[in-house]
């Protein structure tokens, strides 16, 4: 079974500049999040989906983030403009449904903005 | 604030030995633990987990312990071997409040021949 795929895995930018990231969950996982992880941090919940709906984009930064998840399978998130303080890893995961089943991660994208 | 804590950031123990990795929380309304296991470049993957009306769960060489009172969880592995070497991310969750799963900083564990 593949799991969840991400791209890309690096990515660098000038800040100011726009940025996408792809995550392909696993198949027939309804439940997708997208994390940031900072240095020496733990994953921290941006956004979560049930198939197409943002059910908690509480912690996502709507003035620079977007995210969507059109038919409820891949998702892509967005930084526009990036600032220098979202360099981080980002990672996406995807849970099948059923509220004790573990959430799978993706490899992650490495963000550098400079 | 964090909820989650894991005082250690690192961790370094001799192979065929136990490993114990420790993790305090402060939200009482978290009634789900995790622990997840990551290596460079990786995303973290599931490990073990335990509920709340739990104090105890074995899985092989991996040991969850959970002292609700304390609200204090441990992972202890046993015996260690070099390939556990990652970070261990403990993860908390509060079931009625949507899934949402928050991490601690995590502890880097080495094995050492």
């Known amino acids: 079974e593949a799991g969840v795929v991400q791209s890309p895995r690096y990515k660098i930018i000038e800040k100011k500049q726009p940025v996408a990231f792809w995550c392909n969950p696993i198949?027939?996982?309804?439940?997708l999040y997208w994390y940031l992880q900072n240095l020496g941090q733990g994953p921290e919940l941006l956004i979560r989906y049930e198939n197409e709906e943002a059910v908690d984009d509480s912690q996502l930064p709507k003035d620079r983030f977007s995210a969507e998840r059109l038919k409820g399978v891949d998702s892509t998130l967005k930084i526009q403009p990036a600032e220098l303080g979202d360099s981080a890893v980002y990672l996406c995961?995807?849970?099948?449904?059923?509220?004790?089943?573990?959430?799978?991660f993706g490899p992650g994208t490495r963000l550098t903005v400079l | 604030d964090q909820q989650v804590k894991q005082n250690s950031p690192s961790l370094s123990v001799q192979e065929g030995r136990i490993s114990i990795l420790n993790c305090d929380y402060t939200?009482?309304?978290?009634?789900?633990f995790l622990w997840y296991k990551k290596y460079p470049a990786e995303g973290p993957t599931f490990l073990i987990s335990?509920?709340?009306?739990?104090d105890k769960n074995e899985d092989g060489r991996f040991t969850v312990f959970l002292n609700k009172s304390a609200k204090h969880l441990s992972l202890h592995i046993v015996p260690s071997q070099p390939g556990d070497s990652a970070v261990y991310f403990c993860?908390?969750?509060?079931?009625?409040?949507?899934?949402?799963?928050?991490f601690g900083t995590g502890t880097q564990l080495k094995v050492e021949l």
């Open positions: 993860a908390a969750r509060n079931t009625g409040g949507g899934n949402k799963l928050t």
């Open positions: 198949s027939g996982h309804n439940t």
């Open positions: 995961a995807s849970k099948a449904a059923g509220v004790d089943n573990e959430q799978f």
């Open positions: 939200n009482s309304m978290f009634d789900y």
């Open positions: 335990i509920s709340s009306i739990k």
